[in-house]
Structure formats: structure tokens, C-alpha cells
């Protein structure tokens, strides 16, 4: 049975950090496309961080730099290492996974089949 389940969210000051961690059960990294997602309410869920099943990645210009996207295929965990954080990254912050060996691109929330529960992350100026 495949289950995601985020963890790591908290409320920190701007310019700090944090490290969302995604603990992913019925899943094999090297068949998945698996990414982070954020969504604040009354706007649509997008696209953070994305690392495909070779390990390549790609980011949403507004977190470049700040943000990384790795994976522990061996223990099945997706993490976002966040820095520098802003008031505007803000957000519910999900990890999803689809069983595609598809290039590192921000796809559209709609193409990923697997999803965790969220974990919220607030910025305070």
C-alpha cells in the first residue's frame, strides 16, 4: 500500500530554515517522479521541487538557491531543505510521487497519483 506522510513543518522567523522530511511506504525511487508541492488557501496547489528517478532535479525559480530537493532511496524519504525562508513561502507544504521515470520537470499537480497529508509551514517577518 502506498502511503506518504510529511513531517517537519513548524513556524520560524524569515531567514531561517527548515527540513521538510516525506516517508514514502509502497514506494521504489528509482520507478518514481516525486516532488514537493505548496498551496496557500483560495490558490492553486504549486509546483516547489522536483526529483526524478535518476536524481536529477528542478526548481520553481522563486526557491532556487534557498531551497533542495533530495531522496534516501534506501530508506524510501524525499526531503526539502529549506533556507532562507521568506514570509511568502508560507504555505501547506505536500510531497507527491507518480510511478513514472519521467524527466525533472514541475508538472501540473494533477499528473501525480500519491500524495501525503501536508504539513504546514509558516514564515513570520
Known amino acids: 500500500q502506498v502511503q506518504l506522510v510529511e513531517s517537519g513543518g513548524r513556524s520560524v522567523q524569515a531567514g531561517g530554515s527548515l527540513r521538510l522530511s516525506c516517508a514514502a511506504s509502497?514506494?521504489?525511487?528509482?520507478?518514481?517522479?516525486v516532488a514537493w508541492f505548496r498551496q496557500i488557501p483560495g490558490k492553486e496547489r504549486e509546483g516547489v521541487a522536483t526529483i526524478d528517478h535518476a536524481g536529477r532535479t528542478v526548481y520553481e525559480n522563486s526557491v532556487k538557491d534557498r531551497f533542495t530537493i533530495s531522496k534516501d532511496s534506501a530508506q524510501n524519504n524525499l526531503f526539502l531543505e529549506m533556507n532562507n525562508l521568506r514570509p511568502e513561502d508560507t504555505a501547506m507544504y505536500y510531497c507527491?510521487?507518480?510511478?513514472?521515470?519521467?524527466?525533472?520537470?514541475?508538472?501540473?499537480?494533477?499528473?501525480?497519483?500519491?500524495w501525503g497529508q501536508g504539513t504546514q509551514v509558516t514564515v513570520s517577518s
Open positions: 509502497g514506494y521504489t525511487f528509482s520507478n518514481h517522479c
Open positions: 507527491a510521487g507518480v510511478y513514472r521515470k519521467w524527466e525533472a520537470r514541475l508538472y501540473p499537480p494533477a499528473l501525480f497519483d500519491d
